[in-house]
């Protein structure tokens, strides 16, 4: 039962370098986000998708680009890595069922810009 | 649009006393809260959730937390804590509206032997 999966787990960029966080999850949920996670702020909400083709915004989507195209992935792209980038991202997925949407988070991608 | 405040930005115990973790919360309707916590360098995991019904929600690790709608509160309590239970606890409000709930701040928890 592998849950969200996240890749890679460390990375290390260059400012001004891209890349893409993987983000896969077996549980056939409709719903799937991308938070940071940076000391003092908690959990800020990047981007979020209700479903395949569908994508929204969220609180800090600036510097990130987000595709839906299949129910099952949901990737992370940093066009131009900047240190303020620099956190670690958790991609999440979910479904609305009768306890409201219970989130199932992946492992966290630690990322380091320099 | 919902928030919710986590006043407590660290919390220091000795192992076996009892703790209880603040959560307040701001929605207009009847929300669904949920605690979760966060080992160092892990993912979240969920303790316990509620959406309605009994006020007292009963969670993994012998976790319970309160809903009280007159003080929109959702405290997370423990008798008896044990050294591992040293992690970052969040609290999370989502609406039936909803499709991502909002996070607090988190707690950091220390236990000290």
């Known amino acids: 039962n592998a849950g969200v999966t996240q890749t890679p787990k460390f990375q290390v960029l260059k400012t001004g370098q891209s890349m893409t966080l993987q983000c896969a999850q077996d549980?056939?949920?409709?719903?799937m986000s991308w938070y940071r996670q940076d000391p003092g702020m908690g959990l800020r909400l990047i981007h979020y998708?209700?479903?395949?083709?569908?994508?929204d915004q969220g609180e800090v989507p600036n510097g990130y680009n987000v595709s839906r195209s299949t129910t099952e992935d949901f990737p992370l792209r940093l066009l131009s890595a900047a240190p303020s980038q620099t956190s670690v991202y958790f991609c999440a997925s979910s479904s609305p069922d009768r306890v409201g949407n219970t989130i199932y988070f992946g492992e966290g991608s630690w990322l380091t810009v320099v | 649009a919902q928030s919710v405040t986590q006043p407590d930005i660290h919390i220091t115990v000795s192992e076996g006393a009892s703790l209880e973790l603040r959560c307040n919360y701001s929605?207009?309707?009847?929300?669904?809260l949920f605690w979760y916590v966060q080992s160092p360098g892990q993912g979240l995991q969920l303790l316990l959730k509620y959406f309605s019904g009994d006020t007292l929600v009963q969670g993994i690790k012998g976790f319970e937390a309160e809903f009280k709608r007159s003080q929109s509160s959702f405290n997370l309590r423990k008798p008896s804590v044990h050294w591992s239970d040293a992690a970052e606890y969040f609290c999370a409000v989502g609406s039936g509206g909803s499709y991502i709930p909002t996070f607090g701040r988190g707690t950091s928890l220390i236990v000290h032997p």
């Open positions: 998708s209700v479903g395949a083709g569908i994508t």
């Open positions: 549980m056939n949920h409709e719903y």
């Open positions: 929605y207009g309707a009847t929300p669904y």
